[in-house]
Structure formats: structure tokens, C-alpha cells
């Protein structure tokens, strides 16, 4: 540090240390002259004595290092050098600009999505509780889901934990005054606040009285990054008022600015207590008494005692879970289960794994798709660092000649190979720089492919401290590795042969040089492999679509138990709405279903079926649609009708009397035959009763996203039990010309019911496909960069050689070798590091393939056509790079290269 | 022309430095002086050598420096101790008495 600092004042430090010499050497021939010595014999005598020289150095080195000193005139020799070679310094600078840039970019999301610790006390010590094997029960919400009174029970163990917490995710409508609107909250156990850590900005946090009882606490805490946006910041924020789904709940206090919750993919815009679920879940029939029964719908995490680590928790926690299972049988809501489902559920175990980022579903789902991403940033900075070796070695054989002199002159060669990784480092920093310069941009690019409400709330586009850090390492390795060969290079090699070469042709480093572009057509085909297959998945699952029709359709949703409905007045505005929009000019045909298609969730149950026996299924996706659903998006029924008039039940009784199942429901569990007039129903247990017919058979199509192929059950609409619904309304002309004349009808039956969004169905499709967008678009652009990168290399090794060979051809086209067989001899070279390249790669894509295969659609990972048109692409443009220098050594003029000599 | 007497040992530079600055502030020629008075007949010290000391021991923070009229009228860099010069040079004459004593009782084991 000091070193840093004496290096930028190091002009005071001399004009000091000059001064204070003079005083000593003047002082001093005083004394002499005094003393009776002549001057100029005194000034003598005292230059000898002081040897100023020397001194200056010695005192400079205490000043700075020797080392540090040479290695900034080496940065300051290389600066210089480079700006005298603006070609050859764009090149490189570009290549690691590309490779440092995009490797940050994709590591600054796998950075806030997979790696980011919560910023709470102590993040290390959160484990995540999960249950392994049969839960049982019912549930509702995203992966992990466990019960509320678990979480109650777990906090007794404060053996193993010295704190648990349990949280959920929910939307809610939330109105300050003004219109209601959708807002996300995560809802919590009163313990949050206390075992994250996390105190409060203003007010309070939720604490344990809040989550006493039901009904408890209607109070929320706001979100820092809220209350700014929605209240201003207003100082007088503690104590107002809100309607959450139209009941009024006291804000308490806004949390910390840093803090976004436990969830990196769901940021809440307020926090609200587990007390209040039933105002948080108005008329979900899954959701009664959550506070009493072992329905799952949170996820408990827990801090662990600071002696333990998970395993051992796991450990000693089963023999207390296992009375916990007995215990839990009786509680309320347990249902009735068979003895096979009994045994599997006793036989089940609690995991707990390390969770100081969290819990994430979005994590969940992107991770994957990151990390290969990530890998194949890697593979491209790799591959921008061999370009700029290449580039390196090329420019060392033009030195080659400056090199030897100073060789000659005394130089070591350690010195010398020093100043060319002082080279590349230089030259890799610039990089990085630029890299991280463009990074922010990137980011922004790659976030466009995520749904944008996702990307709006919970990722930044911002240069963090350890993105920053990461980016410095990176550039550092890439310098350090691109300048490894040549200054390996540069300590090897004959002194004598290398002065005594021409100018131009310097070092033999040929070999390396081919050894370079080989591994860079290996790593370029690795990379177009991949685009290729992500390439293919997503214009399969395009081509194949959901199996219903999207063009012109406009999708909205609305929830009306949110805003203070019954469930018979929303049933009976939502068929309202249903008329009304029918009968729109607009609209050719128009449909209603319970749950939206193609979000990545859906209701799901397990059915028994009555037919000559009972069959119990595994999850079926359920939903329940209107009459005119299958033919208003075009799914074709295969036998039996569609729900009509004779479905509903007579006002006043609730509940179901038939249903549609579609055609993966009947191969899978009726084998194929006649399902017509067969009874089913929801539940698995003894006390399931299959009281509803089939009454119709549909085609398959995509229920959850475009990848499933699941059994599906419907029911019909408007049997007085729709908490809100998903409106599909197939429009004359443009989807969105329709949105306004909705709106109007919508505001007409109810001015305060939001909507909760306007999609159409080609929208919906293309962000069930995000993923798949992201790793396509990422990978084919990556493919082709490398491709790009790993030409010009072949390029440049392969006008090297010509070069170097044109006294050699020369002589063979002048002793009657054809123009043909020249470029046969340089061409021969280019083919053997093609090939050479590609057996490396091929067995390197049947490894890499197995990790990406779960990302994959319809095409398996060493697809033979997709490798060989990968492999063809890549030799086509190998062979043209190559191409033109063997042209340009068949045009060899003879006496042209004979008297270069 | 071959001196008499016999060179500085390694590292008691720094700590003759350290002593003569605990007396008073000097500038660099009134310690090459104080330097050549102390130990005229016995140590001979490379009056250049006493820079790079001086430039060590002020970045290590046991001097500091300041720029001072001196007896002539000009301005002389002068330095003085810091405290935590003053608590080394306390470190510093403990262990060399230290070994000073060790190496006597050493001697005298021989001698008797």
C-alpha cells in the first residue's frame, strides 16, 4: 500500500532526498575547506565518500521494491510498444473483451441467483428442512412445501436449532387509498424477523405476539424498496391504514433497505404474519385452519446451532420426526390413507442441507441453465486467450530479432519472459476493463429473456464488489494464460539462431502455434455442438406448440375472493364477465378456465377411478373450465361430448358432477379402453368418493409448460366454487385492440376488482419458454463467436506457415509443381489440425452432453445429425480460412520468392 | 587505503540511528557526525549508507521528518524519534544487552 502511494508522489520523494543530499554533501565539503583542504580536492573526496549514485538507488528501493519498480517500467515498455501496434492491440484487446465480458455477465447471475448469501446475520448457519418421501397431504405453493404446525414443532428442538422460521409466497390485492392493485408479500411465521436477524428500518418487525393466533396480527411490514416506490418514503408510514384483499391491516414498520426476503426470485413488497392467512387466502378451500392442519404450504427454514452441522442435525433429529410422523396422523385434516400410502409415509426422513442463500425457485429452475452457460463463457474465454497467444507467438517471432538483441546485451532470460507476461497481464487488464465496461450491458441484453416482472424486482444489472473482483481474477488468469506459451517461448530457443535469422520469420514456434488452433477448433466445435442442440430444443418445442391454438387469442385473469368476494359471488360475477365478453363485437369465441395454462404450476390431486376396481393415480392436473373451452382453442374431443348445460347442478348444491379427461389420463391408467360413464374423484384415501363421471375424452395438450405430457382431469365451470378465473378470448384482428373494450366491461361490473394481467396466448407460450430463449440465444450466440474467434486463429497460423514456406513453394512451382498440388500442401496442414481438433472434441461433447440432457427437447446429446452438421459447418469455414493463404502460396511468383533471399 | 578500523556490524545501524535521534532531532550530516565523534576510533560507517537507513526506519514509522532551519540558516531535514521509535530502540538495546551477555558469559567459560 505504502509502495502504491510512493509510487505516485515518487517526484517529491526525489526532489526531497535531492535535497537533503546537497544539504549533506555541501555541509560536508564546508568542513573539508574549513579544515585547511583545497575545494576542488574537498568536492573529490567527498563524491567518493558519498557515492551518491548508489545512495539514490538504496534509498529508492526502500521507497519501492526492485520488483515492483521493474514490473512498472515493464508495464510502462509495454504500453508504449502496444500503442506503436494498434491492429495487433485491438485484436487482442477485442478477443478478451468478448471472452472477459460475457464470462461476467453470465457470472453475475449465477453470482444473485445461485451464489448470493442472504444479507442476514450469520447466512451460514440457515438450513433448509425438507421432507423426504410421503407427505401425506395435500398442499399448495412451489417446491418444499411443508405444514405450519411443523414448523411450530420444530421450534421446540432447540437442541438442534436456535431458531425456526417458515414463510410463503403469496399475491395479494393491496389498495392505499387509491384503486386496488396485485401486489407480492411473503407471509411468515413470527419468528422470521428474529431467527434472519433482521431488525427494522422504521417501526417494528413482525415478532412472536403477531403470530399468536389466527387473526392475530393484521399488520404488515413494508419493504424498504416499497415504501419508497409507493409511499414515498413518508416518515409518517407507522400506523397507517391498508386494505389487504379488502381487509385493513396496520403497517408496523419498514424492513432494511439490503433486505429482499428469503427468496431471490419472489421479492415481497410487504411482510404479513402466518396468523393471517385466511384474509391472505380468501375462499381457497385448501386453505382453512393452516394453523392447526398439516396442509404444506410454506418452507421452513432453520438456524442451526452454531456446534452442529447439518448432518449431524439429520441425524439426531430422525428418532424425534419419527413420533412426530405417529403424532401427526392425528391431527386435524390428516386424511384417511391406505396401508401401502401409511407405510411410505412413515418410512419418511427430514433433510436438511445448508441454505445460507435461501430458498428459490427460481434457483431452482435457472441454475442448471446458468451453470452451462457459465461453462461455455469459460470455454469461450479460453478460447479468446489462445487467440491472443496466437496473436503473442506471432508477434514474438516478429521481435524475435529485438528478443535476441537483448539477449545479447545481458537481458536474462527470466527478465525477458517477464516482460512478455507483462505484456499480456497489461494487455489482459485493458481487456478486463473493457470487459466489465460492456458486462453492464450484457446483463441488461440477458435479462430481457427473463419474464420481466422477475427481472425488474430481483436482478440488477449493477457491477457488484465481488463481480468486480471476479472479473479482476478472471483477467488476470487470461493474461497469465495467454502469455504463458510466449514467454515460455521466449526462454528457450538458440540466441545465435534467432539473430542470425531474417527478419520475419523468428522463432520456430510453428508447432505451438499449430498446437493452439487445434485445441481452438476442438473448443469452437464444443461450443456450436451446444448452440446447435439448444438451437434445435427451442425450434422443437416451438414447432410442436402446446397443442391448442395461440394466434389471436387474449388471455386476462381476475380474482374477485381477493377483493372481499364469497365464493358464490365471485362464481356468479365471473360468469357474468363471461356473457359479457361473449357478446363483445369483437370477439369471435371466448372461454373461461379456473387456473391459467402455461404458467409452470397447476392444481393437482390424486383421483381414484371406479371402474371394475378401484385405481388410485399418482398428481393429475385438474382444472375446471367453461362449456365451449376445448373448441374455443381448438382441442379436438376424441370421444364423448363437451360440458353442457346437463353438467351444472341445480342452484343452491355445490360441487361436481362430471368431468373430461384427456388421453394421456386414459392410456396411462385405463390402459386405453372405454373411460366413458366411469366414475372418478379427487383423493386417494378409502374415504375418496368417485362420484363424478366421465363424459368426455379430449386430445392432449400442454397444461403447466410445453415440455409436459401429464394426465389431465376437468372439471366444469360455474358450479358456484371459482375463486377467480382465466378468461381465453379468441379476437377479431389484433389480440390487443380487444383490451380496451375488457377493461370497460370489467371496470362496469365492479370499478374496484383489478385485473391481474393481459397476456396473449403467443406471449404466454413464448415466456413458458424463457429457459430455452435464454440458453438458444446465449449459446448459439457464444457458438458463434467461437467460431469466429477460432478461424481468424486458423487464419493466422495458416498465413504464417505460407510465409515462411514461400521459398519452398517457389522452388517446387519452379521445378513444375502445379498450382494445384501448393495448395494441396498447405491445405494438408490445415486438414490435420481440423481433424485433429475434432476427435478431440467429439468424445468431450458425449461427456458434456449427459449434463445438459435434462435441458434438452426431442434431441439427445450426441444427436448424429446435429453433430455432423455441427462438424460440417465448422470444417466448411475452416477450410475457406485456410483456403485463402493456400491460394495466395500457388500465386507464388517463383524468381519473386527465390530472390527474397 | 585500508581503514583501521573494522565496518559496522549488520543491523546495529539502525539502531546507533535510533539512539542518537533519542537524545535530540538531527538532520542526516549531524548524524553522520555524532556517528563519527561516538565511535571515532572503533566503527567506520559508510556516511552513504546512512540514507537508505534513515528512509527505511522513517517508512516503518519509527522516525519522522521534518524539514527545519538548521544551525547554518538552511533548511535541513530533520528527523526525530517517534514513540514508536522510542519503544523499539528500548527492544532493541534489551536484546542486544541480551546477547552482548550471552556471547561475555560465553568468552569467560572459555577463558577460565
Redesign the interface.
Known amino acids: 500500500m505504502?509502495q502504491l502511494f510512493n509510487w505516485f508522489r515518487r517526484g517529491a520523494l526525489e526532489r526531497?532526498?535531492d535535497?537533503?543530499?546537497q544539504?549533506?554533501f555541501?555541509?560536508?565539503v564546508a568542513d573539508l575547506t574549513a579544515a585547511g583542504i583545497p575545494e576542488p580536492e574537498a568536492h573529490r573526496r567527498v563524491t567518493a565518500?558519498?557515492?551518491?549514485t548508489?545512495?539514490r538507488e538504496?534509498?529508492r528501493?526502500?521507497?519501492l521494491t526492485r520488483w515492483f519498480r521493474d514490473f512498472v517500467y515493464d508495464l510502462r515498455f509495454s504500453a508504449r510498444s502496444f500503442l506503436r501496434s494498434p491492429g495487433f492491440t485491438a485484436a487482442t484487446l477485442l478477443s478478451l473483451a468478448l471472452g472477459i465480458g460475457a464470462t461476467t455477465a453470465i457470472y453475475s447471475l449465477v453470482d444473485q441467483v445461485i451464489l448470493h448469501a442472504l444479507p442476514v446475520r450469520d447466512p451460514a448457519r440457515l438450513v433448509l428442512v425438507d421432507w423426504k418421501g410421503d407427505q401425506a397431504v395435500g398442499g399448495f405453493g412451489s417446491w418444499n412445501i411443508m405444514s405450519y404446525p411443523m414448523c411450530r414443532d420444530l421450534q421446540q428442538q432447540t437442541r438442534f436449532f436456535d431458531g425456526v422460521l417458515c414463510r410463503a409466497e403469496i399475491q395479494v390485492n393491496l389498495s392505499a387509498g387509491g384503486d386496488p392493485k396485485p401486489v407480492a408479500a411473503e407471509i411468515v411465521s413470527g419468528s422470521y424477523f428474529s431467527v434472519l436477524g433482521i431488525g427494522p428500518a422504521l417501526g417494528r418487525v413482525i415478532e412472536e405476539a403477531d403470530d399468536a393466533a389466527p387473526g392475530a396480527g393484521p399488520v404488515i411490514v413494508l419493504s424498504h424498496d416499497f415504501w419508497r416506490a409507493e409511499f414515498g418514503g413518508a416518515a409518517d408510514i407507522v400506523g397507517r391504514k391498508l386494505l389487504i384483499n379488502q381487509h385493513p391491516m396496520t403497517v408496523v414498520g419498514v424492513a432494511p433497505a439490503a433486505f429482499h426476503g428469503v427468496d431471490v426470485g419472489a421479492v415481497p413488497d410487504f411482510w404479513i404474519p402466518a396468523s393471517m392467512y385466511a384474509e391472505a387466502f380468501p375462499g381457497a378451500e385448501d386453505a382453512k385452519d393452516l394453523l392447526r392442519r398439516p396442509t404444506r404450504w410454506m418452507q421452513i427454514l432453520a438456524r442451526l446451532r452454531p456446534d452442529l452441522t447439518p448432518a449431524q442435525a439429520q441425524v439426531d433429529l430422525q428418532p424425534w420426526f419419527k413420533s412426530w410422523l405417529q403424532d401427526n396422523m392425528h391431527r386435524p385434516g390428516f386424511p384417511m390413507i391406505t396401508a401401502d400410502r401409511r407405510r411410505d409415509y412413515l418410512a419418511s426422513t427430514l433433510d436438511l442441507t445448508s441454505a445460507p442463500q435461501g430458498h428459490s425457485s427460481l434457483r431452482r429452475r435457472l441454475s442448471q441453465p446458468l451453470w452451462v452457460l457459465f461453462a461455455a463463457t469459460g470455454v469461450l474465454l479460453g478460447l479468446a486467450c489462445l487467440n491472443v497467444a496466437g496473436l503473442f507467438l506471432a508477434r514474438g517471432s516478429a521481435r524475435g530479432r529485438e528478443i535476441g538483441t537483448r539477449l545479447a546485451l545481458g537481458a536474462s532470460r527470466g527478465r525477458i519472459g517477464r516482460q512478455l507476461l507483462a505484456d499480456s497481464i497489461l494487455l489482459a487488464m485493458a481487456g478486463g476493463i473493457l470487459g466489465v465496461a460492456v458486462a453492464p450491458l450484457a446483463i441488461r441484453a440477458l435479462l430481457a429473456f427473463l419474464p420481466q416482472d422477475l427481472a425488474a424486482s430481483a436482478l440488477r444489472a449493477t457491477l457488484s464488489f465481488p463481480l468486480l473482483a471476479f472479473a479482476f481474477l478472471v483477467s488476470f488468469a487470461a493474461g497469465l494464460l495467454s502469455g504463458l506459451a510466449p514467454a515460455l517461448h521466449a526462454g528457450g530457443g538458440s540466441l545465435v539462431s534467432s539473430l542470425r535469422e531474417r527478419a520475419g520469420t523468428g522463432f520456430g514456434s510453428i508447432r505451438l502455434r499449430k498446437c493452439i488452433v487445434t485445441l481452438q477448433v476442438s473448443f469452437s466445435l464444443i461450443l456450436v455442438i451446444v448452440a446447435a442442440l439448444f438451437v434445435r430444443t427451442l425450434t422443437g418445442l416451438l414447432a410442436k406448440g402446446p397443442g391448442f391454438e395461440t394466434t389471436g387469442i387474449l388471455s386476462f385473469a381476475i380474482a374477485p375472493v381477493q377483493s372481499g368476494y364469497s365464493l358464490a359471488e365471485a362464481a356468479r360475477l365471473v360468469r357474468r364477465l363471461h356473457e359479457e365478453v361473449r357478446a363483445l363485437p369483437g370477439t369471435r369465441d371466448s372461454a373461461t378456465a379456473r387456473w391459467a395454462f402455461l404458467t409452470g404450476g397447476s392444481w393437482n390431486n390424486a383421483m381414484t377411478i371406479q371402474a371394475d376396481r378401484r385405481i388410485v393415480t399418482d398428481d393429475v392436473n385438474l382444472n375446471a373450465v367453461s362449456p365451449g373451452f376445448f373448441s374455443t382453442l381448438g382441442i379436438r374431443i376424441l370421444a364423448g361430448r363437451d360440458f353442457d348445460a346437463r353438467d351444472s347442478r341445480p342452484p343452491g348444491e355445490v360441487g361436481r358432477r362430471s368431468a373430461i379427461v384427456n388421453e394421456a389420463f386414459v392410456k396411462r391408467y385405463l390402459a386405453g379402453r372405454d373411460s366413458l360413464g366411469l366414475h372418478i374423484g379427487q383423493g386417494s384415501g378409502p374415504d375418496a368418493k368417485p362420484d363424478v363421471v366421465i363424459v368426455g375424452v379430449c386430445a392432449d395438450f400442454n397444461y403447466r409448460g410445453l415440455r409436459d405430457n401429464s394426465a389431465q382431469a376437468f372439471f366444469p365451470m360455474f358450479e358456484g366454487d371459482d375463486a377467480g378465473a382465466t378468461f381465453y378470448v379468441k379476437v377479431r384482428g389484433a389480440p390487443e385492440q380487444a383490451i380496451p373494450s375488457i377493461r370497460r366491461l370489467v371496470r362496469q361490473a365492479d370499478p374496484r376488482l383489478p385485473i391481474l394481467w393481459f397476456r396473449t396466448l403467443d406471449d404466454q407460450v413464448n415466456r413458458s419458454l424463457t429457459t430455452e430463449c435464454l440458453l438458444a440465444a446465449l449459446s448459439a450466440s457464444f457458438g458463434a463467436l467461437a467460431l469466429l474467434l477460432s478461424l481468424i486463429g486458423l487464419y493466422g497460423v495458416m498465413s504464417f506457415v505460407v510465409t515462411r514456406r514461400t521459398r519452398e513453394i517457389g522452388i517446387r512451382l519452379a521445378l513444375g509443381a502445379t498450382g494445384a498440388s501448393a495448395i494441396r500442401l498447405v491445405l494438408r496442414d490445415a486438414v490435420t489440425m481440423i481433424a485433429v481438433g475434432m476427435a478431440i472434441a467429439l468424445p468431450c461433447v458425449a461427456v458434456l452432453g449427459r449434463l445438459v440432457q435434462s435441458q434438452l427437447f426431442g434431441v439427445t446429446a450426441t444427436d448424429p445429425a446435429t453433430v455432423a452438421a455441427a462438424a460440417l459447418v465448422l470444417a466448411a469455414g475452416a477450410l475457406g480460412a485456410a483456403f485463402i493463404p493456400a491460394w495466395r502460396a500457388s500465386n507464388v511468383n517463383p524468381t519473386d520468392a527465390l530472390r527474397l533471399e | 587505503m585500508p581503514s583501521p578500523r573494522f565496518p559496522i556490524p549488520q543491523g546495529t545501524l539502525d539502531m546507533l540511528i535510533l539512539q542518537i535521534l533519542s537524545l535530540e532531532p538531527a538532520?542526516?550530516?549531524g548524524i553522520?557526525q555524532r556517528l563519527e565523534q561516538i565511535s571515532r576510533s572503533v566503527v567506520q560507517v559508510?556516511?552513504?549508507?546512512l540514507?537508505?537507513a534513515l528512509?527505511?526506519l522513517e517508512?516503518k514509522g519509527w522516525l519522522r521528518a521534518e524539514w527545519k532551519q538548521?544551525e547554518?540558516g538552511?533548511?535541513?531535514?530533520f528527523y526525530s524519534l517517534t514513540p514508536a521509535g522510542r519503544r523499539q530502540l528500548t527492544i532493541e538495546k534489551e536484546s542486544w544487552a541480551r546477547l552482548s551477555g550471552a556471547i561475555n558469559l560465553i568468552f569467560e567459560e572459555g577463558s577460565r
Open positions: 505504502t526531497g532526498l535535497r537533503e543530499l544539504y549533506h555541501d555541509r560536508r565518500e558519498l557515492g551518491l548508489q545512495v538504496e534509498v528501493d526502500v521507497w | 538532520h542526516g550530516y553522520a559508510n556516511q552513504g549508507s540514507y537508505p528512509h527505511r517508512q538548521s547554518t538552511r533548511e535541513a531535514k
